[in-house]
Every structure is written in structure tokens, then in C-alpha cells.
């Protein structure tokens, strides 16, 4: 079990996967995704993407059903700095088209 936590845990860097949803866990305090990435000789590495509380969430259109087992997709977000393969999520796209996960950019002013 995660302990609730800050930021301080990620690394301030940032990085991108992409992979095979393997399970998602809608639950307090913070969703999880499990992915199926594949490094560079084809192994798979298991991935678990923390995301924000789900009271935050469901205001943008998530619920338990968003994401399905096998659904491919695209996470970047800040790695844990002890090197395991834990990231705090901040952009998540599926089929090349972002999922929101918060409210729409502001509008450019003129």
C-alpha cells in the first residue's frame, strides 16, 4: 500500500511511456495504473502511475471505467526518486488523444 504522500518522493524531472494498461485501480487517496512498458530489449517492466484523488478527477469524466485492461496508452509525469518504477502522473493520452485531468488550458488573451 502507497502511503499518502507529497510530491517530494518524485524526481523533478520528467519522463514519457507508453505501454498496455494491465489494471486500474480507481480508489482513495490516488488511482493507480498499472502498465506494461517494454524497455529497449523487449522485456516488459511493470509500471504503477499514481494519479490525483479520484473527488478531483470525476469533475473531468473519470470514473472505474475509464481505463480497460489492454487500452494503450501514453503517460508522462515525474519518476519516484528511489528508482522504482513509480510515477506521478501528469498527462495521459490513449489513441493519440489526451485524456483530461484537470480543467482546459486558459485561453490565450489577445
Do not use: C
Amino acid at each position: 500500500m502507497l502511503a499518502h504522500h507529497g510530491l517530494a518522493a518524485y524526481d523533478s524531472r520528467s519522463i514519457t511511456l507508453e505501454g498496455t494498461v494491465g489494471d486500474f485501480q480507481f480508489i482513495q487517496p490516488h488511482p493507480i495504473i498499472t502498465i506494461d512498458v517494454k524497455d529497449e530489449n523487449g522485456n516488459i517492466a511493470k509500471w504503477s502511475v499514481e494519479m490525483s484523488s479520484p473527488n478531483h478527477l470525476v469533475r473531468y469524466g473519470w470514473n472505474s471505467h475509464k481505463l480497460k485492461v489492454g487500452d494503450r496508452i501514453t503517460v508522462t509525469g515525474n519518476p519516484a526518486k528511489n528508482g522504482s518504477n513509480l510515477l506521478s502522473l501528469h498527462k495521459i493520452s490513449r489513441g493519440g488523444h489526451e485524456i483530461p485531468l484537470g480543467p482546459p488550458p486558459e485561453p490565450a488573451s489577445h
